[in-house]
Nanobody, 115 residues
Framework: QVQLVESGGGLVQTGGSLRLSCAAS????????MGWYRQAPGKQRELVAA???????NYVHSVKGRFTISRDNDKNMVYLQMNSLKPEDTAVYHC?????????WGKGTLVTVSS
């Protein structure tokens, strides 16, 4: 069983920054890709950023140059640094881990960007 717990969301003005954290159970992140999804009201969940166990990183086009995903295997943590936030970044952000063919998500943390 994989447990993922996010933190770090909140209310921020346009242009501001937030850092999201994801605490993963056990030491799974050493061997797994990890990532962040987001879901805005009325929209489908989308993959925002992902990092493989080898460190390869991918971002959705809309956040390139503004968001940075990173991982600390020793602490079983994954982070999402979000800069230059825009109102369209408002969403619930979920930590994600594909583990033995099963997708796991945390409950999410709400990010609200005011205009």
């Amino acid at each position: 069983q994989v447990q993922l717990v996010e933190s770090g969301g909140g209310l921020v003005q346009t242009g501001g920054s937030l850092r999201l954290s994801c605490a993963a159970s056990g030491s799974i992140i050493r061997l797994n890709a990890m990532g962040w999804y987001r879901q805005a009201p009325g929209k489908q969940r989308e993959l925002v950023a992902a990092i493989t166990s080898g460190g390869t990183i991918n971002y959705v086009h809309s956040v390139k140059g503004r968001f940075t995903i990173s991982r600390d295997n020793d602490k079983n943590m994954v982070y999402l640094q979000m800069n230059s936030l825009k109102p369209e970044d408002t969403a619930v952000y979920h930590c994600w881990c594909p583990y033995y063919g099963v997708d796991y998500w945390g409950k999410g943390t709400l990010v609200t960007v005011s205009s």
